[in-house]
T-cell receptor, first 114, second 112 residues
Framework: AAGVIQSPRHLIKEKRETATLKCYPI?????VYWYQQGPGQDPQFLIS???????DKGSIPDRFSAQQFSDYHSELNMSSLELGDSALYFC?????????????FGPGTRLTVT | GESVGLHLPTLSVQEGDNSIINCAYS??????FIWYKQESGKGPQFIID?????DKRQGQRVTVLLNKTVKHLSLQIAATQPGDSAVYFC???????????FGSGTRLLVRP
């Protein structure tokens, strides 16, 4: 079965650089969620989109922005990167109207800021 | 703010034994709970979920129990196998927002 695709899988950036993470949801899934997971920590919700509109916002820094496109893929843009931004970034997708509406996670992008 | 937490950070069990991973939640408005399994370097993998109007749900070798009175959630894994070794997270969701609030993970180690 098709899964959530994230690219790139690994990314190394220097402080103050920018990064763009991409997420391609499972076909027919219309909602995308972004999570950040620091080393040894639980995933923290950043932001979500439903039908290309921002649906919820969590602990996302002002330096970050995201959007969902007409094909439902989403991009997380990160600027002025800091060392503390080093983490795993997960995208999850969901199909509204499902029985329970569970979220399916992608493999993640490991961002390392040096 | 509301949070979901776990009692034990690491659980070590013998292969073939049953495992029980516990989780406490504090948001009484949460209506949906999920258990995820996360292997090293991979994304969380959905295991089983339960709605707040249920107290038990069974899957293949896994059972989730929900006690709303004491706001407690547990994951039972029958006949634990080496492939079950991973970090397990519980997560809660408010019906209104659908975002997930994760608890601190429990690492399950299966001894051969």
């Amino acid at each position: 079965a098709a899964g959530v695709i994230q690219s790139p899988r690994h990314l190394i950036k220097e402080k103050r650089e920018t990064a763009t993470l991409k997420c391609y949801p499972i076909p027919r899934h219309d909602t995308v969620y972004w999570y950040q997971q620091g080393p040894g920590q639980d995933p923290q919700f950043l932001i979500s989109f439903y039908e290309k509109m921002q649906s919820d916002k969590g602990s996302i820094p002002d330096r970050f922005s995201a959007q969902q496109f007409s094909d439902y893929h989403s991009e997380l843009n990160m600027s002025s990167l800091e060392l503390g931004d080093s983490a795993l970034y997960f995208c999850a997708s969901r199909q509204t109207g499902g029985e329970f509406g569970e979220q399916y996670f992608g493999p993640g992008t490991r961002l390392t800021v040096t | 703010g509301e949070s979901v937490g776990l009692h034990l950070p690491t659980l070590s069990v013998q292969e073939g034994d049953n495992s029980i991973i516990n989780c406490a939640y504090s948001n009484s408005a949460s209506d949906y709970f999920i258990w995820y399994k996360q292997e090293s370097g991979k994304g969380p993998q959905f295991i089983i979920d339960i709605r707040s109007n249920m107290d038990k749900r069974q899957g293949q070798r896994v059972t989730v129990l929900l006690n709303k009175t004491v706001k407690h959630l547990s994951l039972q894994i029958a006949a634990t196998q080496p492939g079950d070794s991973a970090v397990y997270f519980c997560a809660e969701r408010e019906d209104s927002s659908y975002k997930l609030i994760f608890g601190s993970g429990t690492r399950l180690l299966v001894r051969p």
